[in-house]
């Protein structure tokens, strides 16, 4: 079965850094561009970060360019993305999706 597990989320200051991964498995990693979606407190689920299935291409939303930072290691079937100068803003779920399939989320709280 197709099983996307994240961790690392958190409480965290405004200005600080948090890494967030998913662990993936029940396919192919190294065929599946990866991507984290977000949802806040009362507002619609958002795509954050997107990566190609060999790396080479990311996307990202305009609201996190030059703070977020998406990755993958695919000998370890896990995807990260690394949240820097992070913003009250940027409290939400964090999900990883791939396969047309989702994560159950870890929750990122920016507060001081």
């Known amino acids: 079965q197709v099983q996307l597990v994240e961790s690392g989320g958190g409480l965290v200051q405004p200005g600080g850094s948090l890494r967030l991964s998913c662990a993936a498995s029940g396919f192919t990693f190294s065929s599946y561009a990866m991507s984290w979606y977000r949802q806040a407190s009362g507002k619609e689920r958002e795509l954050v970060a997107a990566?190609?299935?060999?790396?080479?291409?990311?996307n990202y939303a305009d609201s996190v360019k030059g703070r977020f930072t998406i990755s993958r290691d695919n000998a370890k079937n896990t995807v990260y993305l690394q949240m820097n100068s992070l913003e009250p803003e940027d409290t939400a779920v964090y999900y990883c999706?791939?396969?047309?399939?989702w994560g159950k989320g870890t929750l990122v709280t920016v507060s001081s």
């Open positions: 990566i190609s299935s060999d790396g080479s291409n990311t």
């Open positions: 999706y791939a396969k047309r399939r």
